[in-house]
């Protein structure tokens, strides 16, 4: 069976040719674009976008090209979370979706918890305080009178594909607005708060039928009745099914792209003072599992500084500035990655030299010593998180899976090895369209029952790299204590 794989990430957007058979499952790419914020001034100053139209055109352009290569049987999407546009009661976009580093939530999450304290927000939704979850930004918007429903990205591309007005849950579950145990919307806590309960549409599960390309659109792009499915729409949904582990492992896994997420794969979620003063979230998976994890700041830190340096007329390639941080001496200087101080767009590297004098450590000069110290940086948030994780919840971690694009990054994947001190099996690197295609494929009668079946086959079809850690723990230790509370940055 072949299915499209539309999978949106902060940086690029791809679709994916998916083919899933007994003992089969490759992902081909079709088409790849760039992604990212576009600012756009106005009286009040100026505004982060996404070019949600863009994103738009440029999926039928991939799904076209999936249909070429052979007759497709479904196709699926999934996007980064929390970000949404807003129909009026025609369906019709009101204003252009805003990107979750715009700064106009700031402020917001402080009124919310004058009503409803952290603990019982917690409790409800299982969520940690991201500055951007779609609770804060819906509460950010200058005029909700005229919306009639909220779209997450997703949902919004599907019901332009398909005419269908809904919400799948695992993406839902990353709106602050949305139940963790009861798996609906939390729609008395949107009421407290001041959002309209008329803005959340029907849920639906990954796997269900969100319906079929509408026919003129079909027609104009040459496509056959095509069903559009239910995918785990969060991206990290869908790239934590792509995870090889096999029975019975215990495994941390590392979605690593623009974020790092984190985590445990669990059954139900863990809503525990010690989860909430660690910044955990319990995010809804596919077949009902929870993600316990943290976000980290991810290699974002990493692109925006290639990107200030373009800017500077002084630009490096990504390969070059790795094979260059690859010779640095290591723990040089590292920084709390997490940092508020590194979430929105701007000169990264500016900011990564403050950190470390603001740590009394020495200030990383070249690109590649700021590559390093990033990348440092971001292996002893992995070891911070991933016993975290293991603590919070009574498990043992005995393996990391690393997925997603920073499997690409070799020297990364071997430092996370060593700040954990245990092996990480790295790939594969299109885990998200993997678990896409896989939760397209059981929809459409494929088999794969459960997500045991889908990484069975994922195991046989793409093996991962294994790095073994170097076992210099008393040098991760003293890093981390380099950056421990009282030293911490200050946004
Ligand atoms: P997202 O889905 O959030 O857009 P991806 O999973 O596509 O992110 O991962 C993007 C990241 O992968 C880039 O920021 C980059 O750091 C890393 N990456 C991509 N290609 C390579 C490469 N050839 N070598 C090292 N790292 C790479
Ligand atoms: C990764 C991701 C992550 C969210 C963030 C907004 O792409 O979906 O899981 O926290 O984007």
Redesign the pocket.
Known sequence: MRLAAVDL??SSGRVMAGTVGPGVLTVEEVHRFGNGGVRVAHAGGSTLHWDVLGLYREMLVGIQAAHRGGVLSGVGID?????YGLLDASGALLGNPVN?RDPRTEGIAERVLGTVPARELFDITGLRQ?P?NTLYQLLAERDLDAAGTMLLIPDLLNYWLTGVRGAERTNAS?TQLYDVRSREWAGDLASRLGVPTRLLPPLHDPGAMVGTVLPDLAAELGLPELPVVAVGS???AS?VVGVPAGPGTNFAYI?S???S?VGLELESPVLSDAALEADF?N?GGVDGTIRF?R?VM?LWVLSESLRTWEAQGTPVSLPSVLAQAASVNPLSAVVDIDAPAFLPPGDMPSRIRQACSDTGQPMPETPGEIARCVLDSLALAYRRTVRQAASLTGRTVDVVHVVGGGVRNELLCQLTADACGVPVLAGPVEAAALGNVLVQARALGAGLPDLAAMRALIRTTHEPRRYEPSGREADWAAAEARIAPGTRVVA
Do not use: I, K, Q
């Not at 996007?79 to 970000?83: G, H, Q």
């Open positions: 990430g902060a996007s980064w979370a929390v970000d979750y991201l951007f990353t969060h991206d990290t790239a979605s792209g623009t974020w997420l979230t995010e994890l976000n991810g």
